[in-house]
């Protein structure tokens, strides 16, 4: 089964609150590989250009 499609994001640290089901908010550091998923719900995040943070 395929998740939902990543969130694109611009910046290097993101919080999450799980949306409408919710979750404590955590707030979540992209590594070089440009990519990070919420320990909670699971959500993608994907930097928009990580090469530009490298």
Do not use: A, N, Q, W
């Not at 440009?34 to 490298?54: A, H, I, K, Q, T």
Request: net charge negative.
């Amino acid at each position: 089964m395929e998740s939902e499609e990543p969130i694109r994001v611009e910046t290097t640290t993101i919080d999450c609150d799980g949306g409408p089901l919710g979750h404590p908010k955590v707030y979540l550091k992209f590594g070089p590989e440009g990519e990070v998923v919420c320990p909670y719900c699971s959500r993608r995040y994907v930097l928009d250009e990580p090469e530009r943070f490298r």
